[in-house]
T-cell receptor, first 113, second 113 residues
Framework: DAGVIQSPRHEVTEMGQEVTLRCKPI?????LFWYRQTMMRGLELLIY????????DSGMPEDRFSAKMPNASFSTLKIQPSEPRDSAVYFC???????????FGPGTRLTVT | AQSVTQLDSQVPVFEEAPVELRCNYS??????LFWYVQYPNQGLQLLLK??????LVKGINGFEAEFNKSQTSFHLRKPSVHISDTAEYFC???????????FGTGTSLTVIP
């Protein structure tokens, strides 16, 4: 069974550009989480969904960040406009209520120049 | 709310020596506890988890952890480490009221030849 799939794996963009990160959760999982990891701040939860509905977006840094989950098999995290301080590794994870375990994707390394 | 404290940010240990990585949590409700490992430039991989039952939990790669409710701890142990165990280790807690994780700041384990 395929794990969590993220694309792209690497993204380099210039300040001010729009960036879209994509995630496909494990089939059958009803929770989806977006995290950001940096050396300075560690692993931060940005937002999570349950049954495609955003439950907690209090970790989203500012209005430049938005996330959607149009269906059970796809989610996007968008940054518009991007800034150099957004450079980080962004992880997507999925889980089910009964297993409680989050399974992580390989991450997207974003560099904003 | 829950929180996790990983008491050691860096742990150097010689190859074939035992190691313990410490994790303490705080919570006012019943918890579920997890250890994840992150190898360089990779996502987080589940090592082991405690949901209920036996307080001694065995995971992959020879790791084990013991849930101690009175000490509010979930320390990770391995009797003999290998070079390949060099990685970042994260402790996480969630509760029976939701699937959101609270991660510690991580412990960098370095195995010295």
């Amino acid at each position: 069974d395929a794990g969590v799939i993220q694309s792209p794996r690497h993204e380099v963009t210039e300040m001010g550009q729009e960036v879209t990160l994509r995630c496909k959760p494990i089939s059958g999982h009803d929770y989806l989480f977006w995290y950001r990891q940096t050396m300075m701040r560690g692993l931060e939860l940005l937002i999570y969904f349950n049954n495609n509905v955003p439950i907690d977006d209090s970790g989203m840094p500012e209005d430049r960040f938005s996330a959607k989950m149009p269906n059970a098999s796809f989610s996007t995290l968008k940054i518009q406009p991007s800034e150099p301080r957004d450079s980080a590794v962004y992880f997507c994870a999925s889980s089910t209520w009964d297993t409680k375990t989050q399974y992580f994707g390989p991450g997207t390394r974003l560099t904003v120049t | 709310a829950q929180s996790v404290t990983q008491l050691d940010s860096q742990v150097p240990v010689f190859e074939e020596a035992p190691v313990e990585l410490r994790c303490n949590y705080s919570s006012s409700v019943s918890v579920y506890l997890f250890w994840y490992v992150q190898y360089p430039n990779q996502g987080l991989q589940l090592l082991l988890k405690y949901l209920s039952g036996s307080t001694l939990v065995k995971g992959i790669n020879g790791f084990e952890a013991e849930f101690n409710k009175s000490q509010t701890s979930f320390h990770l142990r391995k009797p003999s480490v290998h070079i390949s165990d060099t990685a970042e280790y994260f402790c996480a807690v969630s509760s029976n009221t939701g699937n959101q994780f609270y991660f510690g700041t991580g412990t960098s384990l370095t195995v010295i030849p």
